[in-house]
């Protein structure tokens, strides 16, 4: 048996989260209910984009990394990455966070699963 919880229902808990310390988080892409990946993009008063993906650990363990973050200079680069991402895995879902405290977010958001 699989312990990890639903894709749909870890998205709303992330979003939850956000939402009780005060920021707010949208769905950008809606991947497959039960198992899709799910990615996170987070932004401090809609700039400085961080993309964070659950990533397997070798004790077994998943947990919240940043892969990819945008270059003031060119942010469109982060936007075609996102949309990169989405066209190899339509299971995917991508959810937007607007937070103050990423960092404690990100902390917050491990210890969900």
């Known amino acids: 048996m699989d312990a990890r ?3 749909h229902l870890e998205a709303g808990a992330i979003m939850r989260l956000a939402e009780s310390e005060g920021g707010f988080a949208t769905v950008l892409a809606k991947g497959e209910h039960d198992a899709g990946t799910i990615l996170v993009v987070t932004l401090c008063r809609g700039r400085e984009g961080i993309l964070f993906e659950r990533m397997p650990q070798r004790d077994g363990s998943r947990k919240f990394l940043a892969v990819k973050r945008e270059d003031p200079e060119n942010p469109q680069e982060f936007s075609e990455y996102l949309a990169r991402r989405r066209r190899q895995d339509s299971d995917m879902w991508l959810i937007e966070v607007d937070i103050a405290d990423r960092e404690r ?3 917050r ?3 969900l699963t």
């Open 105 to 107: 977010f990100v902390a």
């Open 109 to 111: 958001m491990a210890a």
């Open 5 to 7: 919880l639903p894709a």
